[in-house]
């Protein structure tokens, strides 16, 4: 049965909503129908909170890339996500290990342009037990000298960061790999985070 998913409000129309007689009646069915999404993108709207996102226990996809947010908690309950994209945003730190380890269907997280400092602010990623592509490119910590490395034996199913496929050179300390081979290689470039076009739809993105 292919899904009709409604699409989510924004800023504008929430606050528009606020001020109506019927909000909390709104309000309440707009929760329960939250449950049943599973691809929501909100990209672009100024959003400082995820907390509108608390109820979608069963979303796969959600991009909330390009706002103002800090904080990923709320997405604590949505455990069966595949694919989350946060990139341009100003989140500095992740939440714990737990969080991270209830995720076991998370495939693809995009965090690139994000105020990431420290190793330490993102080692909570070694617990995504199925994480295969993760981007970071853009964030101050991309900078040190030991981020890819650190990043490609943290997490062990990884196998592509920032646009290249994770050589083998990368895993084993002092292995000299051909040339084909090598980290950065260009055969091993491999563009997983392209942006989809308006209108797009769940399909799509599977």
Known sequence: MKLKLPTMFHGTVEKELTNHEEWSHYNNNMIED???FVFVRFSGLHLRSM??????????????SNNFITDIC????????VKLDLHGNQIKSLPD???????????????HDNGFAKLKNIYMLSACPSLIALTMF??????KKEYRRFLVNSIWPLKALDHHVISDEEIIQNWH?????????????FEFCTTLKKGST?????
């Open 51 to 64: 907390e509108n996102l608390q109820s979608c226990i069963s979303l796969r996809v959600c991009i909330v």
């Open 177 to 189: 790999l051909p040339e084909r081979f090598k980290t950065y290689n260009c055969r091993l470039f």
């Open 202 to 206: 769940y399909e799509d993105e599977i």
């Open 34 to 36: 939250q449950k049943d």
């Open 97 to 111: 290990t737990k969080f991270w380890s209830e995720l076991k269907n998370l495939k693809l997280l995009y965090l």
């Open 138 to 143: 853009d964030c101050p910590i991309s900078l």
């Open 74 to 81: 709320p997405l604590k309950s949505c455990i069966k996500l």
